[in-house]
């Protein structure tokens, strides 16, 4: 009687047919078609797609890609932070030091210095602003300040086994420190009006249609790419380590894990995702303020992942497309209303979609959603 043979299974493919396709034809709308509707088509013609629909879109791309950063660490390693907004702010802050730095003497007072700078009668930079000009060095701060931060905060938070509400409890209390130290006119970050005014980036005016469109297709782009690394990373035995985390990680450490390594790593890397998010975010949007560091808005990163469907893999496009979509219209049409109908959602998720909108989409439809 011959032994029984065991067939190693072949490593699946990253993506389906169908995922490669719709990703595909995603990267097409971003970088072709939504940009040639923008600047070519006439603003007479109905097919014509206005400015403020385009920084609209490419807001909430930004947006999505935070929602899948909070994914990783929440929805795949089961930590929930709800200290999100501040990396996503520093990354906004790092790049519009450069932004302000470019607009040298176009600004009110036709000054070296910011506007604010002058009017808070600041005689130079502070220290912190050196090399801010060049681009290079701001894209740098843009990776390097989220990652160090999330890197010394996540290393002594984790080494000290601390997970959970309590967890949660600290990283609000971080985005709600730094909120108040931003909100000072005396740090040099423009208090509580923040950085606006925006000239130029790299020699091209940030009012123009084509840097609009270029940044659009840049965070299309970013967002593609994000997706993809998620894709990778949960697919991986990286990925099924985070999940074991998840799952049971008193398990994992008894099988000879140490479990500080994985999480301190995805925290890092989340952290600079919605660092570089913030970054495209501000001279798409042309403003960016302390008011982006607010515990109620890192909640409401957290309330996009519920929704769209935690530990899925378009989950957290899905809702934060649906809830920043429906922010726009109530925030325009009934703005007294909003909150309550962000509470209603939230209600209504957990109650009857405990598993988002992907996960009753896949129930409904079958495979699609899930990593």
């Known amino acids: 009687m011959s032994a ?71 929805g795949y390693t089961g930590i929930l932070s709800l200290g999100h907004g501040v990396f996503f702010a520093l990354g906004g802050y790092a790049f519009g030091m450069y932004l302000m730095r470019m607009i040298g003497h176009e600004g009110q007072y ?42 010394v905060f996540g290393y002594f938070a984790f080494r000290s086994r601390i997970k959970g509400v309590y967890f949660s409890i600290i990283t609000q209390a971080l985005t709600f420190a730094f909120m108040l130290l ?8 423009g208090g509580n009006n923040g950085f606006t005014d925006f000239k130029q980036v790299l020699g091209w005016r940030v009012s123009d249609p084509e840097t609009r469109a270029t940044l659009f297709a840049l965070a299309g782009l970013y967002l593609a790419g994000c997706l993809i690394l998620t894709r990778m990373l949960v697919r991986s035995k990286f990925g099924r380590v985070l999940t074991a985390i998840r799952d049971s990680e008193s398990r994992l450490m008894f099988s000879g894990y140490n479990p500080l390594w994985f999480k301190l790593s995805i925290w890092t890397l989340s952290a600079v995702l919605c660092g570089v998010a913030g970054a495209l975010y501000v001279p798409l ?87």
């Open 4 to 74: 029984p043979t065991f067939a190693i299974p072949g490593r699946e493919p990253l993506f389906g047919g169908r995922g490669w396709t719709a990703l595909a034809a995603f990267v097409l709308a971003v970088v072709v078609v939504v940009p040639v509707l923008f600047l070519a088509v006439p603003e007479s013609s109905p097919f014509h797609l206005s400015a403020y629909f385009v920084t609209l879109m490419g807001k909430i791309m930004c947006y999505c890609v935070v929602a899948i950063a909070m994914n990783l660490i929440w």
């Open 110 to 151: 036709q000054s070296d210095l910011p506007d604010f700078m002058v009017f808070l009668d600041w005689k130079s930079y502070p220290w912190y602003w050196s090399f801010t000009e060049h681009f290079w060095y701001s894209a740098l701060l843009v990776v390097l300040v989220p990652g160090l931060l999330a890197f």
């Open 285 to 371: 949007v042309g403003i960016i303020n302390p008011g982006e560091m607010s515990p109620a808005n890192s909640i409401e990163i957290a309330i996009w992942v519920a929704v769209g469907g935690r530990g899925t893999l378009l989950g957290p496009i899905i809702g934060a497309g649906l809830v920043n979509g429906a922010k726009s219209f109530f925030t325009q049409s009934f703005p007294e209303y909003w909150l309550f109908f962000l509470g209603a959602l939230f209600v209504a998720v957990t109650l009857f979609l405990p598993h988002g909108v992907a996960g009753w989409f896949e129930r409904r439809f079958g495979k699609g959603a899930k990593a």
């Open 182 to 189: 931003f909100f000072r006119n005396d740090t040099g970050f």
